[in-house]
């Protein structure tokens, strides 16, 4: 099913997440539905937080032909290296597009959506992805980096567009 995606500032995406402790069926049809959202948006991950489910995990696929499918299950990142600049967007701020410093290399350690770990040492997009997502899922947002000056103003934008849509409805 295509979910609904939280928008800023909606208070539910500050939730910390819980970890994972089922891999039955609802787990297994949650994270088929976030795939289906994240390629309906389109977008590169999507944070189970974005979509009110408040556990530790998030789907990423940066390929272009939808190609590469990935699960991260109570992630940890366990080592960062260097620093990297990249302009980052986010489906919970719709047409927002802002410069973040992250760490260009990470090793993370995480389950797959069977419940069995792996490890990953990634860097460029992917580790910029992961870790976008996996603030997501402690309840941190990209704006979070940015001055305050420029976090009021896209709250104030992102409110506008939110009353014209609600006018329209
Ligand atoms: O809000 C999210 O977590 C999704 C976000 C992930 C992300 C993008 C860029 C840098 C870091 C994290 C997005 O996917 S925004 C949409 C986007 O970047 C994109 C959409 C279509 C094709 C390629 C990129
Ligand atoms: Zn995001």
């Known amino acids: ?24 069926d609802e787990l297994q049809q949650q ?15 999507l944070a189970a937080t974005q979509v009110n489910i408040h556990k530790q995990f998030f ?6 032909d ?10 940890q990142i366990v080592e960062k290296r260097g620093v990297e600049e990249m302009e980052e967007g986010c489906l919970s701020f719709p047409g927002v597009y802002a410069k973040v410093q992250r760490a ?18 990634t860097g460029e997009l992917l580790a910029v992805c992961i870790q976008h997502e996996n603030d997501h899922i402690e ?7 940015l ?3 420029k976090r009021n103003r896209i709250r104030k934008m992102l409110e506008k567009q939110q009353n014209n849509n609600s006018k329209h409805l």
């Not at 994240?38 to 991950?45: R, V």
Request: glycine share 6%; aromatic share 10%.
């Open 1 to 24: 099913a295509i979910l609904e995606i939280l928008e800023f500032p909606d208070p539910r995406l500050r939730t910390k997440a819980k970890p994972v402790t089922d891999f039955g």
């Open 31 to 45: 994270i088929d539905s976030m795939f289906e959202t994240m390629y309906a948006a389109p977008g590169i991950g």
């Open 59 to 64: 789907v990423i696929d940066v390929s272009d």
């Open 66 to 75: 939808k190609s590469e499918p990935l699960v991260f299950i109570n992630p």
């Open 104 to 121: 260009n290399e990470i090793v993370v350690k995480a389950l797959d959506r069977h419940g069995k770990p792996f490890e990953m040492d």
């Open 139 to 145: 309840g941190k947002l990209f704006v979070d980096y």
């Open 147 to 149: 001055s305050p000056l």
